[in-house]
């Protein structure tokens, strides 16, 4: 498997620190956090995607995703969504990356509301990630964060440029077994999130292997399936300000990370 982390747990570094810091401490990928207030959005130009690609390319690091906030099952009209989505879309082309992370963001909404929104949105979307190749990938979160729950959306549109992204901490607080959530998403997995947290009342993120999310258990899932994807570190930083920082726990993550792949290999 190959390793990632999410520049969430970053403050907001030039694109060349970010790509200098992912190759330093050793994985092959890079979650880029895809908001305004970042280095990397929508709104930047021909000649700035450029320089993004150049940066990265020459650290030897892939950008394996834009983590957006789009909400595809968000209540409201669908035009908003999809045209944020298309946006999201051509700028992944642009610099190469192969996703664009969605959430559900569905609210109070039953899911018989929910569920059909947020397909109908995907599928609006699908053939012009096809034809970019580029996928969008739906995350176990918030309103949808077990498995079950998104698979239920992506049976519905049925399209191989729409996918999954396994938060695994988020379908444990969902309370879903490591193996039920690998069942429903394997049809459709884009690829992994990894965290730790104290416990499912103490969210405030750790290194991995300090907390009790059991990411043992998932990578064992994931090999005993034959399964050989990425795996990306997403550390929440930003929510939990009194949290350690991220960079000086990068390399001692990604080696936590090749121990528990060894012992379940």
Same mark, same amino acid.
């Given at each position: 498997?190959?390793?990632?982390?999410?520049?969430?747990?970053?403050?907001?570094?030039?694109?060349?620190?970010?790509?200098?810091?992912?190759?330093?401490?050793?994985?092959?990928?890079?979650?880029?956090?895809?908001?305004?207030?970042?280095?990397?959005?929508?709104?930047?130009?021909?000649?700035?995607?450029?320089?993004?690609?150049?940066?990265?390319?020459?650290?030897?690091?892939?950008?394996?995703?834009?983590?957006?906030?789009?909400?595809?099952?968000?209540?409201?009209?669908?035009?908003?969504?999809?045209?944020?989505?298309?946006?999201?879309?051509?700028?992944?082309?642009?610099?190469?990356?192969?996703?664009?992370?969605?959430?559900?963001?569905?609210?109070?909404?039953?899911?018989?509301?929910?569920?059909?929104?947020?397909?109908?949105?995907?599928?609006?979307?699908?053939?012009?990630?096809?034809?970019?190749?580029?996928?969008?990938?739906?995350?176990?979160?918030?309103?949808?964060?077990?498995?079950?729950?998104?698979?239920?959306?992506?049976?519905?549109?049925?399209?191989?440029?729409?996918?999954?992204?396994?938060?695994?901490?988020?379908?444990?607080?969902?309370?879903?077994?490591?193996?039920?959530?690998?069942?429903?998403?394997?049809?459709?997995?884009?690829?992994?999130?990894?965290?730790?947290?104290?416990?499912?009342? @103490? !969210? *405030? #993120? +750790?290194?991995? =292997?300090?907390?009790?999310?059991? /990411?043992?258990?998932?990578?064992? %899932?994931?090999?005993?399936?034959?399964?050989?994807?990425?795996?990306?570190?997403?550390?929440?930083?930003?929510?939990?300000?009194?949290?350690? @920082? !991220? *960079? #000086? +726990?990068?390399? =001692?993550?990604?080696?936590?990370? /090749?121990?528990?792949?060894?012992? %379940?290999?």
């Amino acid at each position: 498997m190959r390793l990632a982390f999410s520049t969430l747990g970053l403050p907001q570094l030039p694109v060349a620190e970010v790509a200098r810091l992912t190759r330093d401490a050793g994985y092959q990928g890079v979650e880029l956090r895809c908001h305004p207030e970042e280095p990397v959005h929508t709104g930047l130009g021909i000649g700035e995607r450029a320089d993004v690609v150049e940066e990265f390319a020459a650290a030897g690091v892939e950008i394996l995703t834009l983590a957006s906030y789009a909400g595809v099952a968000a209540a409201g009209d669908d035009e908003p969504v999809v045209t944020e989505m298309r946006e999201l879309l051509a700028l992944a082309r642009d610099l190469g990356a192969a996703h664009v992370r969605v959430f559900p963001r569905g609210g109070d909404q039953p899911a018989v509301e929910a569920d059909p929104t947020a397909a109908r949105r995907l599928a609006a979307v699908a053939p012009y990630a096809a034809d970019l190749g580029v996928r969008v990938l739906l995350e176990t979160h918030d309103s949808h964060r077990t498995g079950a729950d998104v698979a239920r959306i992506l049976d519905r549109v049925g399209h191989k440029s729409t996918g999954a992204l396994w938060d695994v901490m988020l379908t444990w607080l969902g309370g879903e077994e490591p193996q039920e959530s690998f069942a429903a998403l394997s049809p459709y997995l884009g690829y992994v999130q990894v965290k730790d947290a104290a416990s499912r009342e @103490e !969210l *405030a #993120p +750790l290194a991995l =292997g300090e907390g009790t999310v059991p /990411l043992a258990e998932c990578l064992a %899932v994931l090999t005993e399936a034959g399964w050989d994807g990425w795996l990306c570190w997403e550390y929440e930083k930003r929510w939990f300000p009194e949290a350690r @920082e !991220l *960079a #000086p +726990l990068l390399a =001692g993550g990604r080696e936590h990370l /090749l121990r528990l792949l060894a012992d %379940v290999a």
